[in-house]
């Protein structure tokens, strides 16, 4: 007897979603073994869920702590570990240079076109395109030199006053690290649109740090994973993430205008330095367009690396107080008053000051993790293992910075190994600056780096020639602190505990100022 059609149809349907099953399964399971096996990475050590899969790091940068789980690969596999089926991390000084240094067979990987706001809208930042990157950045780095950020700091000052004043034991507002934001924010403003946000004056545009934040947390899940990023699963994970960065790239372009409209020298900006640059090379500039995509690349790259430095740098010299009254001895010895600290011979000459810097930034790197970069045509040799075409390459800045070889008792805030001494000889300086990088290094090294040590040195001097700062007691002074009882390298109570989304995300510290 002959079976109804509906039910040698339904029959039919099942064998083929069957079928289809076993062949998508069929298929992972042939690509799980060639990447365990036959891959050219299978030699390498390395998380297991990593060799398989993206969505181990991916799932690491959603939770905010790649970099101490890459820091925590190396301490278990060595200098050499594979974390992804097409990447692997090296730790040492020479792989560092290798990845990063300048003449190398390495491009900028394409893991990061998911940053792109739209497509084709490049920055010095994202253009993977060696030629493009290379015009980009000669251009504006004629916005960024050292004659136009002394002409820049008038103004920088102006906001770094109002800083301190909000901060001042008069204004009885208990600082959470959330002033600096606002603070740095309203700098980058300054210098990007020749206008500040208003973030420290009130609260209307004080949206934008959370909106970038949740933009940021997406940007650092698909950096690791590009191929989510086709999911789009910021409007699941922040579904207002969108919306309020669509709200303060509406400011920016109105900032933009309003600028435009103004005589070019009305302001020190970005605008002014560099609307007239041209490339040396081509003789070819910026279009409009072109500039003020730049300037919003810095306002969000700057105000997170100097807000992140300075949150750092009091959480330290509130725990370690002989590091605190050698810097302030320093400081008050080398300037008069508080507004004869400015840029120039004296500060420069400041090398307790630098060390303290450098060592807050080789403590806490604000951006922790690996910049990934794609090895070229021909291949490569990283720390002497060659390495195929296509692949991807990094060094974690922030293993690097605690690799015991080059920074010995590395969990330690300890400024004098910048310094040569009787404890730190010269050799063991240079080995501890070869491989600070919080900044990058080569020909896609920061290029605000000069800006934002300008920032940091000039905000921190300041700060100490006129405050002595501690943590308050109770609940309060342990916020950003690390927890004994926590996994994953959470658990130590000295370290700052940043979490990692591309840049960094911080809880406090909450400070108390007192005038001196």
């Not at 190398?104 to 993977?128: C, D, E, F, Q, R």
């Not at 390298?489 to 108390?512: A, C």
Request: charged share 25%; net charge positive; glycine share 8%.
């Amino acid at each position: 007897m002959q079976l109804p059609q509906s039910l040698t149809t339904s029959d039919g349907l099942k064998w083929f979603v069957l079928a289809c099953g076993l062949a998508y399964g069929l298929t992972i399971c042939v690509i799980c073994v060639y990447r365990l096996t036959w891959h050219p990475l299978a030699k390498y050590p390395g998380p297991f869920l990593a060799k398989l899969t993206n969505g181990y790091a991916a799932y690491h940068a959603l939770v905010g702590d790649l970099h101490l789980d890459m820091c925590k690969a190396h301490a278990t596999y060595g200098p050499t570990v594979r974390y992804g089926p097409n990447r692997i991390l090296v730790n040492t000084a020479k792989g560092l240079h290798d990845i990063y240094g300048y003449g190398k067979n390495i491009k900028k990987s394409k893991g990061y076109l998911p940053i792109l706001p739209a497509p084709g809208a490049w920055s010095v930042h994202t253009s993977i395109d060696k030629a493009m990157h290379g015009h980009k950045r000669r251009v504006i780095s004629q916005g960024l030199s050292d004659d136009c950020i002394k002409a820049f700091e008038p103004a920088f000052l102006v906001h770094l006053r109002r800083f301190m004043g909000k901060i001042s034991p008069e204004a009885a507002e208990a600082d959470d690290g959330g002033w600096g934001n606002h603070f740095t924010f309203d700098v980058m403003g300054e210098f990007g649109f020749g206008k500040a946000f208003g973030l420290q004056d009130g609260p209307e545009n004080r949206f934008i740090i959370k909106a970038i934040a949740a933009s940021n947390v997406r940007t650092s899940i698909y950096c690791q994973f590009p191929q989510l990023a086709a999911l789009k699963l910021e409007r699941i994970l922040y579904p207002r993430g969108s919306e309020m960065r669509q709200k303060f790239l509406k400011i920016t372009r109105e900032f933009a205008e309003e600028r435009t409209t103004q005589e070019k020298d009305s302001k020190s900006d970005l605008f002014r330095f560099v609307v007239d640059a041209k490339d040396p090379e081509s003789g070819k500039g910026f279009s409009i367009t072109e500039l003020w995509a730049e300037s919003k690349f810095l306002i969000v790259a700057g105000s997170d690396t100097s807000s992140t430095v300075l949150a750092t740098s009091f959480f330290y010299l509130a725990r370690y107080p002989e590091v605190k009254q050698k810097l302030y001895r320093e400081v008050s010895s080398a300037f008069s008053s508080l507004e004869d600290i400015c840029m120039g011979p004296k500060l420069m000459a400041c090398t307790y000051l630098r060390a303290c810097v450098d060592e807050t930034m080789r403590m806490n790197p604000p951006a922790g993790g690996a910049m990934w970069r794609e090895v070229d045509k021909e291949g490569a040799f990283i720390n002497d293992v060659y390495v195929d075409e296509g692949l991807d390459v990094g060094t974690s800045m922030y293993a690097i910075h605690h690799n015991e070889d080059y920074y010995p008792r590395s969990y330690e805030f300890r400024p004098e190994r910048w310094i040569k001494s009787d404890e730190f000889p010269a050799e063991a300086v240079e080995a501890a600056r070869k491989c600070l990088n919080p900044f990058s290094l080569g020909p896609r090294g920061c290029i605000g780096r000069a800006l934002a040590l300008m920032e940091i040195r000039l905000t921190l001097a300041r700060v100490i020639w006129e405050y002595d700062l501690k943590k308050p007691d109770g609940p309060l002074g342990k916020v950003g602190e690390g927890n004994p009882s926590a996994r994953n390298g959470r658990h130590r109570v000295n370290e700052f505990q940043l979490i990692d989304h591309l840049t960094s995300e911080k809880d406090g510290p909450y400070m108390q100022f007192k005038r001196r």
